[in-house]
């Protein structure tokens, strides 16, 4: 299959991918008195602070009203945990390759790797955060869906397409740090019009369609209905976004590798 050639690679270099996982994970909260705790505090707070928001400030849309104040702050929560996945990658990665000019330019590193160790790193980030979303919608439903148990087949084939597009701004990173501003302009935007504070249903139809080429916010309303309201997604849906992820994997890995010798020179 297209996709081992990858996968084989970051076996084989697994030992240095969590060397550096563990490494930069113990660095973020070093010298802090807290430590990881801070990990935990900042999505309670925001969860928090959408739940105060939407019951006082805002209110609930009309489509949300139905499930409640509470139902539809995790919503945007749970919306917000893959989106802020996603943002931490697209502005991070044009600059991965200039972060580790060093390891690159004195010694024979697989440059390949850092998509890897920065993928992971922010998928621990965003677990803790899930792991609070669970909390809460236990404490407001006292259960969970069974079509909870099929998240992995949503997570798994986001976490693809996450490292292909980390792959493909590292390459082009490289050669301009142009890349960086263009993803500070173009992640804000794209949070709007990503349906986290609202459903493609809420879209008019005519545009729905636009709406559903969002990869990433398929992925977001197929967690949903699969954590919070115990829908399965739509089979083509779902078969053209997992097809899509993997396609853009394979591609970004090919890019990559392609101008891989030439990155020490531009960098």
């Not at 081992?4 to 010298?31: K, N, Q, S």
């Not at 993928?119 to 259960?143: M, N």
């Amino acid at each position: 299959m297209f996709v081992v050639t990858p996968l084989e690679r970051a076996w084989h270099f697994r030992e240095l991918i969590r060397a550096v996982v563990r490494r930069e994970l113990t660095v973020r909260f070093r010298g802090s008195m807290l430590g990881w705790l801070w990990a935990i505090f900042g999505p309670l707070v925001m969860l928090t602070a959408y739940t105060v928001i939407f019951s006082n400030a805002v209110g609930v849309p009309a489509s949300a009203a139905a499930h409640g104040v509470f139902s539809y702050a995790i919503s945007i929560f749970a919306g917000l945990i893959l989106f802020n996945l996603f943002s931490e990658l697209a502005y991070r990665a044009p600059m991965l390759l200039h972060e580790h000019t060093n390891f690159i330019k004195k010694s024979i590193f697989p440059s390949e790797t850092l998509a890897w160790t920065a993928t992971i790193r922010a998928i621990v980030y965003a677990a803790i955060s899930f792991a609070v979303l669970l909390v809460f919608q236990l404490l407001l439903t006292h259960s969970l869906p069974p079509t909870f148990l099929l998240l992995p087949f949503v997570f798994i084939p986001f976490f693809l397409f996450l490292l292909g597009i980390t792959w493909f701004l590292m390459a082009l990173g490289s050669f301009t740090r142009d890349v960086t501003h263009l993803m500070a302009s173009v992640v804000p935007v794209m949070m709007f019009a990503t349906p986290i504070f609202y459903s493609t249903t809420d879209v008019p139809k005519h545009l729905q369609l636009v709406f559903k080429l969002n990869i990433v916010g398929d992925y977001i309303e197929m967690m949903r209905g699969l954590l919070l309201f115990g829908q399965l997604p739509d089979p083509i849906v779902y078969i053209c976004t997992v097809l899509a992820s993997l396609v853009i994997f394979q591609l970004s890995y090919r890019f990559f590798m392609q101008y891989k010798s030439v990155f020490v020179d531009v960098i």
